[in-house]
């Protein structure tokens, strides 16, 4: 069968020939891949850098995907760290880190929104005690998972979101009661951020570095009330892989620094969240903006300059026209 085929982690993946395995495990079967997502986390994979990574190669990227059983069953699958990720005509699932989609679920929509919505649905149902009507601050809302995470705390029940990012422009588009930009000048930056944060409950962070720093710093000698607990969620680093925390940050008031990811989060407490997850993004919950591409244009596709503005689906066989995607908000 074809994939797109990892042989350098140098190299984009080349589309090419790839064998299945001759034997498969107790719980696991193969399925026709309709639909795999690009995500920050599978251009990891492709170049050895994520935490999981090991020099094993050749690889195919791709760690969740929508795929067809051979008795006909739609299914949503998170696959284990493998060799045979999903961005392939076929791939082999465990069954027990799987679920059924409804049949008409929409292929595209599901790859493309599932794994950047799971990273703070799960962040605030499985590491914190969230409850409705708390407080949510989202630092780097203007990747496909931060602006999921606004719409996710919504949709749990946040009473207050603040939606903190650079991109001014897509800061507005964002359903956020408070935007603070962080291009502006940083006594401005620190200020607003005070303001926002002095009762927020929760910060789901995608950004770490030196912006966590200076959120941190800008937010903790603010708050209105410092027995007021603060949960501060460490999710995703495209801002630095390190970030100083200030002693006192931990002193002044209480806070809680959790992260929440692949091994903070069982196998079974992630699957236990999909059919919800899948539901609500079935249900047009959030919005996202997809991009189909066909599996043999990957090399092309993968050497493209990235966007955060859309999330990029590959395709193996071709599909009906869906993709679908909330509207656009005004
Ligand atoms: N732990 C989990 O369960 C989980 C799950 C999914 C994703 N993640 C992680 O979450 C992070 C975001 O993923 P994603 O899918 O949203 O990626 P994405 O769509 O590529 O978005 C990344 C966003 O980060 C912004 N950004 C980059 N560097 C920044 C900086 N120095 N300061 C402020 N903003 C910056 C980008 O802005 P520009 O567009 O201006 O460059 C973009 O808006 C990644 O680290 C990913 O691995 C974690």
Redesign the pocket.
Do not use: D, K, W
């Given at each position: 069968m074809k994939a797109a085929v990892v042989t350098s982690f140098t190299e984009p993946p080349h589309y090419q020939d790839f064998a299945l395995p001759a034997q498969l495990g107790e719980h696991e079967i193969i399925v026709e891949v309709l639909a795999a997502g690009l995500?920050?986390?599978v251009r990891?994979q492709a170049d050895g850098t994520h935490y999981t990574s090991t020099d094993q190669l050749p690889l195919v990227p791709g760690i969740d995907g929508v795929g067809r059983t051979a008795e006909g069953a739609l299914v949503y699958f998170v696959l284990p760290d493998t060799s045979l990720g999903s961005m392939a005509q076929q791939t082999v699932i465990d069954t027990r880190r799987s679920i059924e989609l409804a049949q008409d679920a929409d292929p595209i929509q599901i790859a493309a929104a599932m794994?950047?919505a799971?990273?703070s649905w799960?962040?605030l149902r499985r590491r914190i005690s969230f409850t409705p009507g708390q407080n949510v601050l989202v630092l780097?809302a203007?990747?496909?998972?931060?602006?999921?995470a606004v719409q996710v705390a919504k949709t749990l029940g946040a009473g207050h979101v603040t939606a903190v990012?650079?991109?001014v422009d897509?800061l507005r588009l964002l359903e956020a009661d408070v935007t603070v930009a962080?291009e502006s000048d940083k006594n401005a930056v620190t200020n607003q951020l005070g303001d926002a944060a002095k009762d927020v409950d929760v910060v789901i962070d995608?950004?770490w570095?030196?912006?966590t720093h200076d959120a941190m710093s800008a937010i903790i000698p603010r708050r209105t009330d410092d027995a007021q607990s603060l949960a501060w969620i460490q999710?995703?680093?495209?801002?630095?892989a390190e970030a100083a925390i200030p002693a006192a940050a931990l002193r002044a008031t209480r806070l809680q620094i959790v992260?929440?990811?692949?091994g903070s989060?069982s196998t079974r407490g992630i699957v236990a969240e999909l059919s919800e997850l899948a539901k609500a993004v079935s249900g047009n919950a959030f919005m996202i903006e997809a991009r189909r591409v066909r599996l043999e244009d990957i090399e092309r596709t993968w050497t493209e300059p990235?966007?955060?503005?859309e999330?990029i689906v590959v395709v193996p066989q071709p599909l009906p026209e869906q993709g679908r995607t909330r509207p656009a908000l005004a």
């Open positions: 995500h920050p986390r990891a794994n950047p799971m990273s799960i962040a780097g203007t990747g496909s998972a931060g602006r999921l990012g650079r991109g897509a962080l995608y950004l570095g030196e912006p999710v995703g680093s495209v801002a630095g992260g929440s990811g692949q989060v990235a966007t955060s503005q999330r």
